[in-house]
């Protein structure tokens, strides 16, 4: 199995601009999680879905951020326009309903917003 | 609201040294509490899960504790190698919604 794709890897954009990161969970897992990562906030929830239906969406920071599942193998998270203090880690992870607890995490969109 | 706190932020030590990692939360009223890794510019892995009715759990040369009462635990590496070289992040929840709180992390680097 590949585990979560994330792409890009790398984003740098300029204020301003929209950014989608994109995710492909574990085939056959049905809940993913949206997470972004900051040195001064650490790790926080933004989104989850189960069975591609946003279930928490309490952790979007602003209506700048969307989020979106259109089918079981395909995620986005939008921010537009972005800002600076955007600039963070974005993770994806997927996890069974069956072992829901493990969670398997993407290797991570790091996004420079200038 | 639920905040998670890991001491200390960073720890060196030389290798083959058993090392704990601490974890401390304000609310004791968690469904379960994990500890994860994550290595430089990679994503997390699961290392242990504690359900809130146990006292620890063992992985090979891992065990984590947990104290509800006190709102603590600990991680315990023993006989350390430089490949334990890693953040380690522990994560409670407060129910069984899947939402995990996180701490931001001890930096460890185990020193040949």
């Known amino acids: 199995d590949a585990g979560v794709i994330q792409s890009p890897r790398h984003e740098v954009t300029e204020m301003g601009q929209e950014v989608t990161l994109r995710c492909k969970p574990i085939s056959g897992h049905d809940y993913l999680f949206w997470y972004r990562q900051t040195m001064m906030r650490g790790l926080e929830l933004l989104i989850y879905f189960n069975n591609n239906v946003p279930i928490d969406d309490s952790g979007m920071p602003e209506d700048r951020f969307s989020a979106k599942m259109p089918n079981a193998s395909f995620s986005t998270l939008k921010i537009q326009p972005s800002e600076p203090r955007d600039s963070a880690v974005y993770f994806c992870a997927s996890s069974l309903l069956l072992d829901g607890w493990t969670q398997y995490f993407g290797p991570g969109t790091r996004l420079l917003v200038l | 609201k639920q905040e998670v706190t890991q001491i200390p932020a960073a720890l060196s030590v030389p290798e083959g040294e058993n090392l704990v990692l601490n974890c401390s939360f304000t609310?004791?009223?968690?469904?379960?509490l994990q500890w994860f890794r994550q290595d430089p510019g990679k994503g997390l892995t699961s290392l242990l899960l504690?359900?809130?009715?146990?006292r620890e759990q063992t992985s090979g040369r891992l065990n984590a504790s947990l104290d509800k009462s006190s709102g603590r635990s600990t991680l315990y590496i023993a006989a350390s190698q430089p490949g334990d070289s890693a953040t380690y992040l522990c994560?409670?929840?407060?129910?069984?919604?899947?939402?995990?709180?996180f701490g931001k992390g001890t930096l460890l680097t185990v020193n040949p």
């Open positions: 504690i359900q809130s009715s146990q």
């Open positions: 609310d004791s009223a968690i469904y379960n």
């Open positions: 994560a409670v929840s407060r129910g069984s919604n899947y939402k995990l709180t």
